[in-house]
């Protein structure tokens, strides 16, 4: 990373209502592959689903930079209008 680049950093903590589970992953899935897709990651992102409580799923990626995912934000909004 060139210096003055700032490192940004995303944590997700969702609670899944009972029952879609499969549908959240499919739907992070497409997420996830969609921020690559778009570079606004540096790497592939991870969910981690918590084991004592199934309902509870995590992630953490590194992103570009906090502009990546404003960028990110923006091209999104317009694709689901």
Excluded at 58 to 72: M, P, Q
């Amino acid at each position: 990373m060139e210096r003055g680049q700032e490192r940004c950093y995303f944590v997700g903590d969702w609670r899944i209502k009972e029952g879609r589970e499969r549908e959240f992953e499919e739907a992070w899935t497409d997420f996830a592959n969609w921020t690559l897709e778009q570079k606004f990651a540096d790497q592939p992102l991870q969910l981690y689903q918590d084991m004592a409580e199934p309902r509870r799923y995590y992630a953490l990626w590194k992103c570009g930079s906090e502009r990546s995912i404003e960028n990110g934000r923006v091209k999104r909004d317009t694709r689901s209008s």
